[in-house]
């Protein structure tokens, strides 16, 4: 299912912070995808570009954002997250876009920046929308992406996530799978 449709189907689903639509199953079951390597080409070519965009927007969020409160320091923790004291939330009601002409064409093919995106993480800063319900689902998915870019490291978690959201449909995305999972239940 390409990113439109679920868009048009769920109302509240964030791009990179979605509250969870599939079961544990469901999202085990995603078969593994070979990119191409123009996809891997192209990701290269905006790589550059695509970590500007993630410093900068990592930079507003830890200057102007909030702490992590007790309940979410210890899922933190409990995720294997080394860093959460670096860690900080940021509300907005629009999420920040790249000024980049190119990246931004990439950024909205690949459903970013559009009304129904309620999360996103850049290395330690983390974007909530102000008015998306499900705020500790979206902060719990984002923590997770917040300990793949610890473990992984900045640029090559940007350069996987992008090759996966160019290779796969969303809920498909190993990465993303991986946040669905670690999401279920609620633990604050
Ligand atoms: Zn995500």
Request: proline share 4%.
């Amino acid at each position: 299912m390409k990113i439109q449709h679920i868009i048009l189907i769920f109302l509240a689903i964030s791009i990179s912070g979605c509250v969870s639509f599939k079961s544990k199953s469901e999202v085990a079951s995603v078969t593994h995808l070979e990119p191409s390597t123009e996809t891997i080409r192209k990701v290269d070519t905006i790589l550059y570009k695509a970590m500007m965009f993630q410093k900068s927007s990592e930079k507003i969020a830890l200057s102007e954002g909030r702490e992590l409160t007790k309940d979410e320091a210890r899922y933190a923790v409990e995720l294997g997250i080394k860093h959460p004291e670096k860690i900080r939330i940021q509300y907005q009601w629009s999420l920040p876009k790249p000024h980049d002409k190119e990246l931004l064409i990439e950024f909205n093919k690949l459903g970013f920046g559009s009304l129904f995106e309620g999360g996103r993480t850049s290395g330690y800063g983390i974007y909530v929308k102000s008015y998306f319900p499900y705020k500790s689902s979206i902060i719990r998915h984002e923590l997770v992406h917040v300990k793949q870019a610890e473990s992984m490291g900045l640029m090559p978690f940007t350069r996987q996530y992008l090759i996966e959201a160019m290779t796969y449909d969303y809920f498909d995305m190993p990465l993303e799978a991986e946040a669905f999972n670690k999401t279920e239940g609620d633990k604050f």
